[in-house]
Structures are given as structure tokens and as C-alpha cells.
């Protein structure tokens, strides 16, 4: 009696249509030194504006009634302390009024007199508006400079973090550089959203650190799901080469990619619109410069992250083989 012979079932074959991603090199290449470009340029042409947080200053809360005009509020400020000025206005939550805060840097804060004074000459100007002081904060330089520290700090140390988990779990498939090239990536999407937040004359404030914070999240979490497709795809096909597996990984996520981005980027563009429609300005210093980083960090995934990562493998390879 003859014995069957075990049939190893076929490896199935890519479903959907695949892209050459890694035949993009020199345009990721372009994209990369464009988005440098642009900030450097922003820097150069527009300067780095930092927020009283970073770079120390005072901070003069008022609480008001009735409709107030806020720029002649900071050039009336402005008279007074003799230098720059910047005011944002806002709705009183524990009142039916309004709140007009005033900020610009100073070495040594102000002073009660000079503080006074401003108070009465605001108070003079906007008779019928109510006007009171409702909180005065004083940001020392050295306050900021460590508060701006300590942010850098814990970008560095996520990025370890990320590093060494993704070396971990995707360690069949050359972790350590992924990790590496995935950390290109987030350092791609943080320069395009500072360029955005330079070029459109935002402060660099709490607000694009809230950005930097929400950008990070975002753009790793996509890059690990492509990771986790090509590490299935390995096992899949495990005559393919890296080029290959890469391809179909990118192509395969593709879809979701694009979806989950409109949602979100769709979303943040509705929050843009309304606020500036509404007035509220302050808060397009988080919704515009997110906007450019979250498109940034979609691209970045699928191309910037991947194709890095094989460029880094094939020239390793080739290194290695010209040795031998």
C-alpha cells in the first residue's frame, strides 16, 4: 500500500496591484531636500519666533464685557512697555464676558507701577467694557530655556525608545536599521510641520509642542503597521527580496493609509476653517502646522521609512559582498 506524499500547499500569489516604491529614491530624495529648503528658508526670511514660555516674559490676563478692539488694546500696551506686543482674545468660562490676554518678553518682568499703569490706560480706553485684571504671570528666561531643554530631552529619549522597540520586534527582518530609518522619517515630518508653523508666522509655543507630541504618534504608529506588513509578507514569500517585500507591504497598507489620513487631515481641516472663521487664531497655531505633519507623516510612512530602510539594506549587502 503506498503512502501519500505531503503536498506542500502553493504560496499565494500578491493580491492588488503592486507599486514600485523603492524605484522612488531620487523623488523621496527631492521631497527631503525641498522640505529642508523650505525651513531653512523660513528661518532665514521670517525668523524663529519663540513664545514667552521659551524665551521668558509677562503674561497680563483681563477680563472684559461688550466688544473690544484687541489690536489697538497691545498698540496701547505696546506705548507703554516698549516693545513688542502680542494679544490673542478669548471667552471667560466662569462668566458670560470675555478675556484679553497680553504677552511680550522682558528680562525682568513688570513691575507693579508700570503694571498700574497699564492697567489704568486700558481701562481709560475701554470705558464701557468692564475692564479688569484678571492674572499676571511673570516667565523668567532661565524658566524657559529649561522648560525648551526639557522637551528636547524627551524627544531624544522616544526616539531611543522607538528605536529599541522596533529593533525588537521586527529583529528577523533587520530591526536595528528600520528603527533607525524610521526616526528619519518623524525628523522629515517635524521639519515639515516647524516650515509650515515659520512660513505662516506662527510663535513657536505649547501649541507646536502639543504638534511635535501628536505628530510622533502618529506618523510611528503608521511606519510600525507597514513594518508588521512586511514582516507578514516574509513569511509569505520568503524568496523574495527586500526590494519585493517592501513593494508589496507598502502597496498592501496603501489604502488604509490614504483613508485613515483623509479622515484625520479632513477633520483637522474642518477644526482650521472654523477657527479661523471664528476668530480664534490662537488655535490655528496647532491645527495648520498639524495639518502639514500629519500629510507629511502619511507620505513619510509609506516611502521615506521603507524606501530608506532598503537603500540602507541593499548598500550594507553590497558592501558585504564587495568584502567577501
Avoid at 490614504?258 to 479632513?266: A, E, H, L, Y
Avoid at 472663521?277 to 521615506?304: C, E, K, M, R
Wanted: net charge neutral.
Amino acid at each position: 500500500m503506498s503512502k501519500k506524499k505531503n503536498i506542500a500547499a502553493p504560496t499565494p500569489a500578491p493580491t492588488g496591484k503592486i507599486y514600485d516604491f523603492c524605484g522612488k529614491k531620487k523623488m523621496i530624495l527631492a521631497i527631503a531636500i525641498a522640505v529642508i529648503l523650505a525651513l531653512v528658508v523660513g528661518v532665514a526670511v521670517r525668523g524663529v519666533d519663540l513664545a514667552i514660555e521659551f524665551k521668558g516674559g509677562t503674561m497680563l490676563t483681563y477680563s472684559y464685557t461688550g466688544d473690544l478692539d484687541m489690536n489697538a488694546a497691545a498698540a496701547k500696551a505696546q506705548e507703554i512697555v516698549g516693545v513688542n506686543v502680542s494679544a490673542r482674545q478669548g471667552e471667560d468660562l466662569e462668566s458670560d464676558g470675555y478675556q484679553l490676554t497680553l504677552s511680550f518678553s522682558s528680562e525682568e518682568g513688570l513691575n507693579a507701577d508700570r503694571q498700574f499703569e497699564l492697567t489704568s490706560a486700558l481701562t481709560e480706553m475701554f470705558p464701557d467694557n468692564n475692564l479688569e485684571l484678571f492674572d499676571s504671570n511673570d516667565v523668567s528666561p532661565s524658566s524657559g530655556r529649561e522648560f525648551l531643554l526639557k522637551c528636547f530631552l524627551a524627544m531624544v529619549v522616544a526616539a531611543v525608545l522607538i528605536i529599541i522597540y522596533i529593533a525588537v520586534r521586527f529583529s528577523k527582518i533587520g530591526g536595528w536599521s528600520a528603527g533607525i530609518c524610521s526616526i528619519f522619517a518623524l525628523c522629515h515630518d517635524l521639519v515639515a510641520a516647524l516650515a509650515a508653523s515659520i512660513i505662516f508666522g506662527f510663535e513657536f509655543n505649547a501649541n507646536i509642542v502639543a504638534v511635535i507630541l501628536t505628530i510622533l504618534g502618529y506618523s510611528i504608529n503608521n511606519t510600525i503597521v507597514i513594518y508588521d506588513r512586511i514582516r507578514e509578507n516574509r513569511q509569505l514569500y520568503p524568496k523574495a527580496d527586500l526590494n519585493e517585500l517592501i513593494n508589496m507591504g507598502c502597496s498592501q497598507s496603501l489604502r488604509r493609509s490614504v483613508r485613515t489620513s483623509i479622515t484625520t487631515i479632513g477633520t483637522m481641516v474642518i477644526v482650521a476653517i472654523v477657527v479661523f472663521v471664528s476668530g480664534y487664531n490662537s488655535l490655528l497655531s496647532f491645527a495648520v502646522p498639524l495639518i502639514f505633519g500629519l500629510v507629511s507623516g502619511t507620505y513619510s510612512s509609506l516611502f521615506v521609512a521603507p524606501v530608506t530602510w532598503s537603500w540602507w539594506k541593499n548598500k550594507s549587502a553590497k558592501k558585504k559582498a564587495k568584502n567577501d
